[in-house]
């Protein structure tokens, strides 16, 4: 699973430009835009523009240089994004052009002619297939921004329009760029805003955000185990998303701990991690979540690359190293095993819910891998380490992160409690696991680990048959930060038998929620054999021993 794609605003991004594009995952999409971007002007100049639309954006530019892009800029824009291998999403100004000459918002329908500058140059451009796709405007609704929903809708059919229309002439409808929308806050407010747009986008995105940079009980959160994010905190926008697109996609457009730019020590330093990590797991379960859009790539303190020293922060070595390891596929419920609580009643598949774990574990398939699984585990827990015994395959990858000398609060991180993870002159390190045929894998103390596992079958994991006769495999052609395509939301009659098993010391034995699995019965009807299988789900209170 690549990591996750990051938002950057234009006007503070020109130490990113200069400073190497290997800092920007190859195959991530960044976004560009964020709250500025509905005050942006577009200085484009095309075949249709005529002089007296030029001068208006012109004088506007003058007036407000920071909120301008040029025609130049933006090529610079398109080719840093074209040399990291990386695609655009644009955010496109929507209450800028619905204000009346008193500046007032929503007053008008929105006006479409920047927009179109935009987007005609861009098809225009040698670096167009860059860009994925576009929005239209940023939390517009929030605040009472905006009210006039049928208006906004409106403008999603017009933006349509002019997408089609300029790219009319392209054989290839994978390079047109897509809809997404309608960027807002909120369960209820964009449920609101998708029942109305969902015909309108290709991908719905929405915003979230744990809480306040400012407030300060996000200090007492973020160092305990409340940290712990659950699936059913996304269930919500996936089953409007379902209800209301035809190909329904969804995105966490815009994300981090934190709003109000993140909390200097936490969102960027090595506590922050652990709740990265477990989102990043927690979401894999919310189908058809497939993207999480981190915010942001530069800026503020929830950056994944310092605006200070142009250094990577921790997030960024966890959004790098699921990117390298992490499959498209999730493998059953996320696991606690320090916890007596029947796992098969709740969709956390351990507990009642978060906050008592210091421990957990989330399954994927293995990227590159074929058919072995891998292990993300999160020990939160700062005084104590865990000792796993994995009992199947022949052989383990581990991946161990810390914080520089064991401390939450580092803005480095620790590789295998040897490495310390840095990128110089805009390269990045050679980043090697710990391969060995000794299975049991010890946490230590606040970390984060990734464990491939060699030589096991997972069937959810071995790759589909590709005949001659297919011409091309049509998985994700935009794979990026968070892809998540073809998961499964399990439940308790989803788990099967073949699942990999861990064991704690004392050689007692789970898989990810059952420990045993019975045939019950053969049945021979009209001379053939048919076979049913009933699965008995016998709950074994476990508890793993701390080391």
């Not at 449920?191 to 015909?199: R, V």
């Not at 330093?269 to 990043?280: C, E, I, Q, R």
């Amino acid at each position: 699973m690549p990591p996750p794609s990051a938002s950057c605003d234009p006007s503070s991004s020109q130490q990113l430009w200069t400073g190497g594009h290997s800092k920007l995952e190859h195959g991530a999409i960044p976004q560009v835009g964020g709250s500025q971007a509905d005050s942006a002007i577009y200085n484009m100049s095309t075949s249709t523009t005529t002089v007296e639309e030029a001068n208006r954006f012109a004088q506007a530019c003058d007036k407000n240089p920071q909120l301008c892009l040029t025609m130049q800029r933006w090529e610079e824009v398109l080719k840093f994004a074209h040399d990291a291998g990386a695609r655009i999403v644009f955010t496109l100004a929507y209450i800028r052009h619905t204000k009346d000459e008193s500046g007032q918002n929503d007053q008008q329908d929105w006006d479409s002619t920047n927009a179109k500058q935009l987007l005609q140059y861009t098809a225009q451009s040698k670096y167009a297939t860059t860009v994925f796709g576009f929005e239209l405007g940023n939390e517009v609704t929030h605040k009472g921004k905006i009210e006039n929903v049928t208006r906004l809708v409106n403008a999603y059919a017009e933006l349509r329009h002019i997408i089609d229309e300029t790219w009319s002439s392209s054989n290839n409808d994978k390079h047109k760029p897509k809809i997404l929308g309608p960027a807002s806050t909120g369960q209820s407010i964009t449920t609101k805003l998708l029942k109305a747009l969902g015909s309108h986008v290709d991908i719905a995105t929405y915003h979230k955000y744990h809480g306040g940079g400012k407030e300060e009980a996000l200090v007492k959160y973020a160092k305990s185990t409340s940290i712990i994010q659950h699936p059913n905190k996304f269930h919500g926008i996936s089953s409007t998303s379902n209800k209301y697109m035809d190909k329904p996609e969804v995105w966490v457009g815009e994300g981090a701990m934190a709003y109000n730019s993140g909390r200097q020590n936490i969102t960027d330093s090595f506590v922050g991690s652990f709740w990265f990590t477990n989102l990043l797991g927690a979401i894999s379960k919310s189908v058809p979540h497939t993207v999480y859009c981190r915010q942001a790539l530069v800026g503020g303190y929830y950056e994944l690359i310092s605006h200070e020293t142009m250094k990577a922060r921790p997030d960024y070595w966890i959004a790098h190293l699921w990117k390298r390891l992490v499959g498209t596929k999730s493998i059953g419920p996320i696991l606690s095993p320090s916890r007596e609580d029947s796992p098969d009643e709740y969709t956390f598949g351990c507990c009642e819910g978060p906050g008592y774990d210091t421990l957990l574990v989330h399954a994927f398939c293995a990227k590159g891998e074929l058919s072995n699984p891998i292990f993300v585990i999160t020990n939160i827990d700062k005084e104590s380490s865990f000792n796993l015994n994995i009992t199947v395959g022949t052989r383990i990858t581990k991946y161990i992160l810390t914080g520089k000398n064991g401390r939450r609060d580092s803005r480095s991180v620790v590789l295998n409690g040897n490495q310390l993870l840095t990128i110089e002159n805009g390269q990045l390190p050679e980043i090697v696991g710990e391969d060995t045929d000794d299975m049991r894998v010890t946490l230590p103390p606040a970390s984060i680990a990734f464990v491939t596992v060699h030589g096991f079958e997972v069937d959810e994991c071995v790759p589909p048959v590709v005949t001659a006769a297919t011409e091309t495999s049509h998985i994700n052609e935009y794979t990026t930060s968070i892809s998540l395509e073809d998961q499964h939301q399990y439940t308790t009659s989803d788990i099967h038998d073949h699942f990999p098993f861990i064991a704690s010391e004392s050689e007692m034995y789970y898989p990810a929620t059952f420990d045993e699995v019975q045939l019950l019965s053969l049945v021979q009807m009209l001379g053939a054999m048919v076979f049913f299988a009933f699965i008995l789900c016998l709950r074994k209170r476990l508890r793993l021993r701390q080391s």
